[in-house]
């Protein structure tokens, strides 16, 4: 156990921060998962008998407890502002997460597949300004596997658009 809090049903029994529950009415606990199933089949009121290990007993070496008491529900406002801490925590946690992560190549190009969906509705938009403009959208995606490249993916959006045949170069206007 991390933690046993004052008065808790676990420190009335005599369980201590860093003991370790082995057995709950003579069921042998792995971890906290087994730990919780076996709560769970309980309700308030029942009597349990739990062994624990102590790391350090009287004498210094591990001790073996044997502890019997009832089990106690506990306070729900208590439990309910810790899950909802907990959920808020985990989502903060995701956020995080999202935000630290570099996208992978596979985001990357989930990215350039949006945008090609969305170039359409980009061009119509385009005609209703401009009906007799033109336009072109040049993305350029270099993928390299030299591992001692500086930048081992390279996009360019916004690349120059490629001349047309027997046409003087195109320049971009000037503001």
Same mark, same amino acid.
């Given at each position: 156990m991390l933690r046993v809090e004052?008065?808790?049903?676990? !420190?009335?029994? +005599? &369980? =201590?921060?860093? #003991? $370790?529950?082995?057995? &709950?009415? +003579?069921?042998? &606990?792995? #971890?906290?998962d087994a730990l919780a199933a076996v709560i769970g089949g309980k309700k308030p009121g029942d009597k349990i008998e739990i062994e624990a290990v102590r790391a350090r007993g009287k004498d210094g070496l591990p001790e073996t407890l044997k502890l019997?008491?009832? &089990?106690?529900? !506990?306070?729900?406002? $208590?439990? +309910?502002?810790l899950g909802n801490q907990l959920a808020e925590l985990q989502a903060r946690v995701g956020e995080l997460n999202q935000k630290s992560k570099e996208p992978t190549l596979a985001e990357v190009l989930q990215k350039l597949q949006d945008i090609e969906k969305d170039l359409p509705k980009a061009a119509e938009?385009?005609?209703k300004v401009?009906?007799? +403009?033109?336009? $072109?959208?040049?993305?350029?995606l270099e993928i390299t596997s030299d591992k001692t490249a500086k930048d081992p993916l390279a996009i360019d959006v916004g690349g120059?658009? =490629?001349?047309?045949?027997?046409a003087a170069p195109v320049e971009a206007p000037k503001p």
């Open positions: 004052p008065n808790s049903p676990a !420190a009335v029994m +005599g &369980l =201590a921060a860093g #003991d $370790r529950i082995t057995l &709950l009415d +003579g069921k042998a &606990l792995k #971890d906290q019997s008491g009832t &089990l106690q529900e !506990a306070p729900k406002s $208590r439990v +309910g502002n938009a385009f005609k401009y009906p007799n +403009g033109e336009f $072109r959208i040049v993305i350029s120059k658009p =490629a001349p047309k045949p027997d």
